[in-house]
T-cell receptor, first 116, second 115 residues
Framework: NAGVTQTPKFRILKIGQSMTLQCAQDMNHNYMYWYRQDPGMGLKLIYYSVGAGITDKGEVPNGYNVSRSTTEDFPLRLELAAPSQTSVYFC???????????????FGAGSRLTVL | AQKVTQAQTEISVVEKEDVTLDCVYETRDTTYYLFWYKQPPSGELVFLIRRNSFDEQNEISGRYSWNFQKSTSSFNFTITASQVVDSAVYFCALRSTGTASKLTFGTGTRLQVTL
C-alpha cells in the first residue's frame, strides 16, 4: 500500500506563479485534508473534504483552492504564489464512519514549497 | 473554539533519562479525542496514540506512556529511558465531535536526546 502520496516533494516558485500540489490516497478514505506547517508552528488546516465533490475551508484557506473530483485525489492549487506561502504542506486522509469516533489521520511525506 | 498548548518548545536530555512532554487542551465539547504524533528529522508524521474523552486510563506502550487528566485538561507524554532515536518533534492534537475529524495541533515540542 502506498498510503498517501504527495508530489512534488520540493518546489521553488517565483512570486505570482501558480502551481498544484498533488495528493493521492489508495486506502479508500472518505476524508482528506491539507495542512501547512510553518517553522516552529503546529500544523494549520487549509482545506478539507468529507467526500468526492465536497470541500470546505479550514483555518487558513486564503490563497488556495482545492477540488475533490474522485475519492482518491485531493489537489491543492496556489493561484498567485506569495512569500507567505513558503511552508511545508501535508496532505492527510482518514476513513470516518458516520456517528463514530475520530479515526486516525494518515499523513503524506510532505511537500516543501519556497516562494521567492 | 479548540486550542492545544505545548508550552515546552524544546527539551534536551541525555540518553537514558526520562522525559515528559506536556500538553494542555481547551474545548467546550464533552466528547473529544486527543492524539500524539511524532515528526522525526525525516519530516513525516507518525501516529503514536489516540485517546477519547471517556477513557481516562493511562496507557503504556513499551517506553512510552500517556497520562490523561480531564480535571486539568492535560494529556502528557512520558518517554522512559530515552534513546537517540526518540529525537523528534512531538505534536499533541485535539479533535472534537462534529468537526469533520479536523485536528487542531499544538505547536510541538522538539526533543533532542544526546549520548
Amino acid at each position: 500500500n502506498a498510503g498517501v502520496t504527495q508530489t512534488p516533494k520540493f518546489r521553488i516558485l517565483k512570486i505570482g506563479q501558480s502551481m498544484t500540489l498533488q495528493c493521492a490516497q489508495d486506502m479508500n478514505h472518505n476524508y482528506m485534508y491539507w495542512y501547512r506547517q510553518d517553522p516552529g508552528m503546529g500544523l494549520k488546516l487549509i482545506y478539507y473534504s468529507v467526500g468526492a465533490g465536497i470541500t470546505d475551508k479550514g483555518e487558513v484557506p486564503n490563497g488556495y483552492n482545492v477540488s475533490r473530483s474522485t475519492t482518491e485525489d485531493f489537489p491543492l492549487r496556489l493561484e498567485l504564489a506569495a512569500p507567505s506561502q513558503t511552508s511545508v504542506y501535508f496532505c492527510a486522509s482518514s476513513y470516518q464512519r458516520p456517528i463514530a469516533g475520530a479515526n486516525v489521520l494518515t499523513f503524506g511525506a510532505g511537500s516543501r514549497l519556497t516562494v521567492l | 473554539a479548540q486550542k492545544v498548548t505545548q508550552a515546552q518548545t524544546e527539551i534536551s536530555v541525555v540518553e537514558k533519562e526520562d522525559v515528559t512532554l506536556d500538553c494542555v487542551y481547551e474545548t467546550r465539547d464533552t466528547t473529544y479525542y486527543l492524539f500524539w504524533y511524532k515528526q522525526p528529522p525525516s519530516g513525516e508524521l507518525v501516529f503514536l496514540i489516540r485517546r477519547n474523552s471517556f477513557d481516562e486510563q493511562n496507557e503504556i506502550s513499551g517506553r512510552y506512556s500517556w497520562n490523561f487528566q480531564k480535571s486539568t485538561s492535560s494529556f502528557n507524554f512520558t518517554i522512559t529511558a530515552s534513546q537517540v532515536v526518540d529525537s523528534a518533534v512531538y505534536f499533541c492534537a485535539l479533535r472534537s465531535t462534529g468537526t469533520a475529524s479536523k485536528l487542531t495541533f499544538g505547536t510541538g515540542t522538539r526533543l533532542q536526546v544526546t549520548l
